[in-house]
């Protein structure tokens, strides 16, 4: 099926003419007059600031302002500096450590004002995503700052933004010890109240352990966004990689009033009977599979009045064959209407997930001329690599999107989807996610490195993105199946330039074979929880329990088979971390740049010796913004390997927006992770940078520079 563009030229006309928002402003609300209101600066999550009192001519003269430190927010915060502070008013407000302790920082001299930290609770121990906070979201509300977060134990708080204390009449009591009486929402019951295995539940709802455990378990990662006066909530739950039970709470979104906290609506991200996308559930299986996270930010478009979200797969990754159908609305980006919940547009970006394909970046809105004629556009980028582009307020496809042929299932009873979508334009951020390691990516820098890849990929089955686990053993006259990806992830996400139209993603290229499907015969064995286990399952067996907790029929199990390196050298051409630029009014690649230094054990590789390989880029992920006239890129230590000058100091670079090129650099003290910001504060432009480094022992930091 080809989905073709249709811009609705007179429905556009007519809108205008009924006093529809005007299209003409560059950038949607959130950084004017130097601010940084949103996680991604503004509503549309662009990362980008139009401050220009730092640029190339004076780059290099940066100095580090203040380092905020976060060693006294418990263990692990060098893994949790992964929410980009909103700046309003002079103060920054971030979250920091496992407990996800929300901080007030003084812009100026990095002073911690105040810190918020909830009580603890048996369900916020239960967590599995304590570590993964990005952040807080704000609003004023009759005149007053508010912060709103959602926590790990998911309440939903809102606080003074001057104080930090919980604000007075809002929301409702939580009859916990500790707890205070107003300023919070325990957000449990408002999503399990009308979801028919909670109400066949026959104990009574415990506070401090939350959903049951044989129910599921919920959490929150990504912040709620707070749109005209109403406040979203997302939802987080187990990571599929971590699940083998099929049942959970789905995560239905919430809209809740800013001023007061109350209830306004829920969408069943999991369609229930008589709602669109009922019938993508097959074998009843909308009554029981759960999830559905929105684990990415979420943006917005204030004056259309909607808010776009993305969302993972419903319950146990790799095995789906209890929850047959493209599965509505799995792995799809979404727009609601903010002042109702109701869906206008969505498109399903992948169908049935059963590799982890989680959209891990918040939609991007930023208005193009494509073809002679402006469009209000979000741009979505994915793990695959893939990027779609729609009109934000349409949901129509700006270039065509093409169903194919991808491959299908073998084992028994599981479920692929026939057919996948790809976007014809623009081309993804890898070729090889296409048709998977082809001649043109297998590994030739010298032809007994070719010959040994060629027999090598000879015993697999080679494919492009959609490649499902086989089952063990099995039959075939291939060892495994290799799927490859190009795309990015949570840890450095895209940014768009509302004045040009350009996104620049980075990106690395990782081909491997997945593991085996085994049956599991209804026994949890991972985990090695007998109260978890239940009756087998069997293909498409319909599901009968109500109380307990059935298994996957098949999970992942058996010998592994890893696609084989040749002495620790890929079989397919590495690149390890690259920059790319588009042009999102044409669809066009402008430049694709390698981000750090090739790893020594390529450069300096025995098989190598003489050969002129290629520039790979480095280990760390990029990290960029769009600041002024410039992009400001560094690289993040997450793997212990990451860009340094000569004396071993990671460095912050400007580049041209325009070509990639490097144009000034500046030492930081620590490696950046996740973002950057920037803001003005009394006539001065600061840069601030997220860092942290565990392999390097350094806690998780906020590091602000300045010129002098």
Not at 8 to 32: H, I, K
Not at 346 to 367: C, E, G, K, M, V
Not at 424 to 433: A, F
Not at 520 to 547: C, F, I, K, M, Y
């Amino acid at each position: 099926m080809l989905i073709r563009s249709r811009f609705a030229r007179g429905a556009l006309v007519l809108a205008a003419l009924l006093g529809a928002p005007s299209l003409s402003s560059a950038q949607l609300t959130g950084v004017e007059d130097g601010e940084w209101r949103y996680l991604g600066g503004d509503a549309g999550h662009t990362r980008s600031t139009p401050l220009d009192q730092i640029d190339s001519s004076n780059f290099a003269d940066l100095e580090v302002a203040w380092i905020w430190r976060g060693d006294n927010f418990g263990p692990g915060v060098e893994y949790t500096v992964r929410a980009t502070p909103v700046f309003v008013d002079g103060v920054l407000y971030t979250v920091a450590g496992q407990r996800r302790q929300v901080v007030a920082i003084d812009s100026a001299t990095g002073e911690t004002l105040w810190v918020f930290r909830e009580p603890e609770t048996l369900r916020y121990r239960r967590s599995p995503r304590t570590d993964f906070g990005k952040g807080i979201a704000y609003a004023e509300v009759s005149g007053r700052g508010v912060v709103y977060i959602t926590s790990p134990a998911f309440f939903l708080w809102a606080l003074d933004a001057r104080t930090g204390r919980p604000l007075d009449d809002w929301g409702a009591s939580v009859a916990l010890d500790d707890f205070s009486e107003t300023g919070v929402r325990d957000l449990i019951p408002d999503l399990v109240r009308d979801w028919e295995p909670w109400q066949d539940w026959s104990e009574p709802y415990d506070v401090d352990r939350g959903i049951p455990r044989q129910l599921g378990m919920v959490t929150a990662s990504a912040p709620p966004i707070v749109v005209n006066g109403v406040v979203v909530v997302l939802v987080g739950h187990e990571p599929s990689y971590d699940q083998t039970r099929v049942e959970n709470v789905p995560g239905d979104i919430m809209g809740f009033d800013a001023a007061t906290g109350e209830f306004l609506w829920k969408f069943h991200i999991i369609p229930r009977p008589g709602e669109f996308g009922h019938e993508t559930w097959e074998n009843d299986a909308w009554r029981w599979s759960g999830d559905m996270s929105t684990w990415a930010p979420a943006s917005a478009d204030p004056e259309l009045g909607l808010v776009y979200l993305v969302t993972n797969a419903s319950t146990v990754q790799s095995y789906t064959g209890h929850r047959p159908g493209a599965n509505l609305f799995g792995g799809s980006v979404l727009a609601l209407d903010v002042a109702t919940g109701e869906r206008r547009w969505h498109f399903q970006i992948h169908r049935s997930d059963q590799w982890n394909y989680d959209l891990p970046t918040a939609p991007i809105l930023i208005d193009l001329t494509v073809d002679g004629e402006r469009i209000p556009a979000l741009i979505q980028n994915t793990k695959q690599g893939l990027i779609f582009a729609f009109n934000r307020e349409t949901g129509e496809p700006i270039w065509p999107i093409e169903d194919r042929p991808v491959m299908q299932t073998e084992v028994p009873g599981n479920y692929t989807s026939p057919t996948q979508p790809y976007p014809i334009r623009p081309e993804p951020l890898d070729r090889i996610v296409l048709e998977g390691i082809t001649e043109e990516f297998v590994i030739d820098y010298t032809p007994e490195l070719k010959q040994q890849a060629l027999e090598i990929l000879s015993e697999f089955r080679v494919d492009g993105l959609y490649v499902p686990p086989l089952p063990y053993p099995h039959d075939n006259d291939y060892r495994n199946v290799v799927g490859c990806l190009g795309g990015v992830n949570i840890y450095h996400p895209p940014v768009a330039d509302p004045t040009t139209g350009i996104m620049y993603a980075s990106h690395n290229r990782a081909c491997s074979a997945p593991g085996f499907l085994v049956p599991t015969n209804g026994v949890d064995e991972e985990r090695g929880l007998p109260e978890l286990s239940a009756e087998a399952w069997r293909g498409r067996e319909r599901h009968t329990a109500t109380t307990g907790t059935t298994v996957a029929a098949w999970a992942p199990g058996g010998p592994r088979t890893f696609l084989p390196a040749i002495e620790r050298l890929p079989v397919y051409k590495p690149l390890f971390q690259g920059l790319a630029a588009y042009d999102m009014n044409t669809g066009e690649r402008l430049w694709d740049v390698p981000v750090g230094q090739t790893p020594e054990r390529i450069r300096n590789h025995p098989l190598l010796a003489g050969v002129d390989v290629p520039d790979t880029g480095g280990t760390g992920f990029s990290i960029q913004m769009v600041m002024g006239d410039l992009l400001v890129q560094t690289t993040e230590d997450l793997r212990g390997e990451t860009e340094v000058n000569a004396a071993g100091m990671p460095m912050l670079h400007a580049r041209d927006k325009r070509t990639g090129e490097i144009l000034a650099s500046v030492e930081i003290p620590f490696p950046g992770q996740y973002g950057m910001m920037s803001y003005m504060r009394d006539g001065r432009q600061y840069l601030l940078v997220q860092s942290g480094s565990a392999k390097r022992g350094q806690p998780g930091a906020l590091v602000a520079l300045a010129l002098p």
